[in-house]
């Protein structure tokens, strides 16, 4: 019902910007909530950041002051600007909607296909 495609990750030196988008299409009502998180290798995945229908927006501590997230709710896309990366922010990043779909009662979760980002040292 909902299919986010994203794009802009790659290798960067650290202290460079890379910055990500999340464009979602399909059947779409509406969408609540809109969020980046990160998978490392060997690790867990992680929230990063996230952003409310209201616009309250949170952010791990580990990225706070670097990383913005922002949204264009007329283009259904989430971004996520990273500035000053470091070699620990190197994961496959997905972006992570929360929405409600044609043919489809309530609100679920759909993730995109992820985008590597690599931080060199």
């Known amino acids: 019902q909902v299919q986010l495609v994203e794009s802009g990750g790659g290798l960067v030196q650290a202290g460079g910007s890379l910055r990500l988008s999340c464009a979602a299409s399909?059947?779409?009502?509406?969408?609540?909530?809109m969020s980046w998180y990160r998978q490392a290798p060997g690790k867990q995945r992680e929230l990063v950041a996230d952003?409310?229908?209201?616009?309250?927006?949170n952010y791990a501590d580990s990225v706070k002051g670097r990383f913005t997230i922002s949204r264009d709710i007329a283009k259904n896309t989430v971004y996520l600007q990273m500035n000053d990366l470091k070699p620990e922010d190197t994961a496959v990043y997905y972006c992570?909607?929360?929405?409600?779909?044609?043919?489809?009662?309530?609100?679920?979760?759909?993730w995109g296909q992820g985008t590597q980002v690599a931080v060199s040292s």
């Open positions: 952003i409310t229908s209201g616009g309250t927006i």
């Open positions: 992570n909607n929360r929405a409600a779909a044609w043919g489809r009662v309530g609100n679920y979760d759909y």
């Open positions: 399909g059947r779409i009502i509406s969408i609540n909530y």
